[in-house]
């Protein structure tokens, strides 16, 4: 008898904790993929809280936005370069740390970086318009380098905060600007004054590689946040040590550019799934932001002033790369299927 009794409670529990886990997945589909992410979220020197709570969760829109009404128009005040600028760094012997701030928030902004080799300069995104010569032009040169030596410009994608300086590098310097078939296009339609978009130049297809001197860049067509982002594997050197850096061209997924919002979740996260087995086979150790809040990338750019002689590589992750790609994926996941 006692056994029966003890049957019948195991039952019980197991059919509540059954329907209890099936409500919870009706109340949030999404559940399952954050809670893979939040737990490849954090780690010491590894922080991509960031992306976390910015793409796993609906956004909260002002009542304005929310009623669907239209907020009123605000004059653009004018920049000052205290607002923006940020000095540059050397990060690796080989990578440089060049980034343009965004006015009145916080440790947020867009970089910009630069690959040395024997016979030249690979620039990885341009950074805005008014604010290239400071940040690549300037910077470069502080850091004891030549923009004359830049021989090529990757834009991740069309945006003007990546792609905005892109036209001054290819007219004063004579740079090769790379951008995918779509992006140009994106770039081409946009409302920035033609004289201020590059000429349109090379075409990045999906598995490229762009060889200077003795690197060679690795580039890969990852769509979500525009139809043609790209995202790219670079290798990096300290000292005598070699490293896999990469970095993912997207930030937040763009809804607008799909006929669905399910539609572009479903493309971040299948580019984001796919971009990871990428990063893993390639063994990369070095996450590189393109938006400095995804891995609070100023923390670890300080942490190297104070890097002793046998410290590791603040920048050096280990797996950093392949979960923030989690993190990504899951979060884009949790929204498509919501979303459904």
Not at 46 to 52: E, H, L
Not at 142 to 165: F, N, Q
Not at 167 to 188: C, F, K, N, P, V
Not at 225 to 234: E, F
């Amino acid at each position: 008898m006692k056994r029966y009794w003890i049957a019948l409670v195991c039952s019980v529990l197991w059919f509540v904790s059954s329907n209890a886990e099936a409500l919870a997945a009706q109340e949030d589909p999404g559940e399952v993929h954050v809670a893979t992410a939040r737990a490849a979220t954090y780690r010491p020197g590894d922080d991509f809280s960031w992306v976390f709570d910015g793409l796993c969760f609906e956004p909260i829109l002002a009542p304005s936005a929310q009623a669907g009404v239209a907020a009123a128009p605000t004059e653009r005040r004018q920049l000052e370069r205290s607002d923006w600028f940020q000095p540059p760094a050397q990060v690796f012997d080989n990578l440089y740390f060049l980034a343009t701030l965004q006015p009145g928030v916080t440790a947020e902004g867009v970089a910009a970086w630069a690959v040395t080799t024997s016979e030249g300069i690979i620039l990885i995104d341009a950074v805005y318009d008014y604010s290239v010569e400071v940040t690549v032009d300037e910077g470069l040169r502080a850091l004891g380098l030549d923009p004359a030596d830049i021989k090529y410009v990757i834009l991740t994608h069309g945006h003007p905060d990546h792609s905005g300086g892109a036209r001054h590098l290819q007219d004063t310097y004579g740079a090769r600007i790379l951008l995918s078939e779509l992006d140009w296009d994106l770039m081409a339609s946009s409302n920035v004054p033609e004289e201020a978009k590059p000429r349109r130049d090379m075409v990045i297809t999906d598995g490229m590689e762009l060889t200077l001197g003795e690197t060679t860049v690795r580039l890969y067509i990852t769509p979500g946040h525009t139809l043609g982002t790209v995202s790219a594997l670079v290798p990096l050197k300290d000292g005598e040590q070699w490293h896999m850096g990469s970095i993912w061209g997207g930030n937040r997924v763009g809804t607008r550019y799909y006929s669905t919002p399910a539609g572009g979740f479903k493309a971040y996260y299948e580019a984001a799934r796919r971009y990871r087995e990428i990063v893993m086979r390639a063994r990369a150790d070095v996450y590189i932001a393109s938006h400095i809040a995804q891995d609070k990338t100023l923390d670890k750019i300080n942490a190297l002033r104070f890097r002793g002689r046998v410290d590791p590589h603040p920048f050096v992750g280990g797996d950093a790369p392949e979960r923030h790609l989690t993190v990504v994926g899951e979060c884009s996941g949790a929204r498509w299927a919501r979303h459904r």
